[in-house]
Nanobody
Framework: EVQLVESGGGLVQPGGSLRLSCAAS????????IGWFRQAPGKEREAVSC????????YYANSVKGRFTISSDNAKNTVYLQMNSLKPEDTAVYYC???????????????WGQGTQVTVSS
C-alpha cells in the first residue's frame, strides 16, 4: 500500500520556524520526485517546493525562496521542508505528493498525503 504521511505542522508565531516531514512507503522512493504543496481556504493549491530524490535538483516557489529548504533522506524514504521566517501568509494545509517532476510542477502527482496544518499567527 502506497502511503505518504506528513507531520510537523502546528501553530507558530511570525518569524518562527517549522520542519515538515513526508514519510513515504509502498513505492520505490528514488524513482519519484517529491513535492510540497499548500492550500489556504479559498485559494488554489500552490506548489511550494519539489525535489528529485535521484538527482537532488530542486524547485522553489518565488514566495518561499530564501526561507524554505527542501531535502531528502533516501535511507529513510523521507523528504523534509524546513520553513524559516514564517509569515501569516504561509498559513495553509501543506501536502506532499510523489510523481514525475513535470507533474508536480503542474500541481499534479501520482500519490498524495493527507496534509498537515500550518498556522502562522501571533
Amino acid at each position: 500500500e502506497v502511503q505518504l504521511v506528513e507531520s510537523g505542522g502546528g501553530l507558530v508565531q511570525p518569524g518562527g520556524s517549522l520542519r515538515l516531514s513526508c514519510a513515504a512507503s509502498g513505492f520505490t522512493f528514488d524513482d519519484y520526485a517529491i513535492g510540497w504543496f499548500r492550500q489556504a481556504p479559498g485559494k488554489e493549491r500552490e506548489a511550494v517546493s519539489c525535489i528529485s530524490t535521484s538527482e537532488g535538483s530542486t524547485y522553489y516557489a518565488n514566495s518561499v525562496k530564501g526561507r524554505f529548504t527542501i531535502s531528502s533522506d533516501n535511507a529513510k524514504n523521507t523528504v523534509y521542508l524546513q520553513m524559516n521566517s514564517l509569515k501569516p501568509e504561509d498559513t495553509a494545509v501543506y501536502y506532499c505528493a510523489a510523481g514525475e517532476m513535470y507533474q508536480l510542477l503542474s500541481r499534479k502527482g501520482d500519490y498524495w498525503g493527507q496534509g498537515t496544518q500550518v498556522t502562522v499567527s501571533s
